[in-house]
T-cell receptor
Framework: KAGVTQTPRYLIKTRGQQVTLSCSPI?????VSWYQQTPGQGLQFLFE???????NKGNFPGRFSGRQFSNSRSEMNVSTLELGDSALYLC??????????FGSGTQLSVL | EDKVVQSPLSLVVHEGDTVTLNCSYE??????LLWYKQEKKAPTFLFML????IEKKSGRLSSILDKKELFSILNITATQTGDSAVYLC????????????FGKGTKLSVKP
């Protein structure tokens, strides 16, 4: 069974631009969560989607948004990038209320 | 505010040593506590604990939860260089599917 797949693996953007990250969950998993990981703050929850609906949202500004498609694939978008948005963005999927399986992440650098 | 605190933040040991990693939490509506290992990028699942006092084991790794004192420990016996990683503790709350509250992690370095 393939794991959680995130694309792209690396991304370099400049301040003010926007970015879209993609996540394909494990087959059969309908819940997808997104996390931001930085050296200072650790892993912080962004949002969680289930059956195309956002069920939970963390404390991030509205520049951070996401969506989920009918095949459970998910995208997250960050608009008007800031230097502080440089981070590893991790996606995780789960089946029901079971544990999260994480992807390898997208390393975003904002210059 | 819900929080998870791990200690120590970093640890250096030699192969063969036994290590104990700590995780304490202060949260409302606890559902489960999870341990993950992060070597490069993708955290990989180790244990999920929901009940106090029941030890979970997987090879040289074991973990236990104390819901009265609000902490968990992760033990690694006979450490190997391949155990070098960041170990993450996370708590899931009731009704917050997919939303894990993570500690900052313990960086373990195992020297040959």
């Amino acid at each position: 069974k393939a794991g959680v797949t995130q694309t792209p693996r690396y991304l370099i953007k400049t301040r003010g631009q926007q970015v879209t990250l993609s996540c394909s969950p494990i087959s059969g998993h309908r819940s997808v969560s997104w996390y931001q990981q930085t050296p200072g703050q650790g892993l912080q929850f962004l949002f969680e989607y289930f059956s195309e609906t956002q069920r939970n949202k963390g404390n991030f500004p509205g520049r951070f948004s996401g969506r989920q498609f009918s095949n459970s694939r998910s995208e997250m978008n960050v608009s008007t990038l800031e230097l502080g948005d440089s981070a590893l963005y991790l996606c995780a999927s789960s089946y029901g209320n079971e544990k999260l399986f994480f992807g390898s992440g997208t390393q975003l650098s904002v210059l | 505010e819900d929080k998870v605190v791990q200690s120590p933040l970093s640890l250096v040991v030699h192969e063969g040593d036994t290590v104990t990693l700590n995780c304490s939490y202060e949260v409302t509506n606890f559902r489960s506590l999870l341990w993950y290992k992060q070597e490069k990028k993708a955290p990989t699942f180790l244990f999920m604990l929901t009940s106090s006092g029941i030890e979970k084991k997987s090879g040289r790794l074991s973990s236990i939860l104390d819901k009265k004192e609000l902490f968990s420990i992760l033990n690694i016996t006979a450490t190997q260089t391949g155990d070098s990683a960041v170990y993450l503790c996370a708590v899931e709350l009731v009704g917050s599917q997919g939303n894990l509250i993570f500690g900052k992690g313990t960086k373990l370095s195992v020297k040959p």
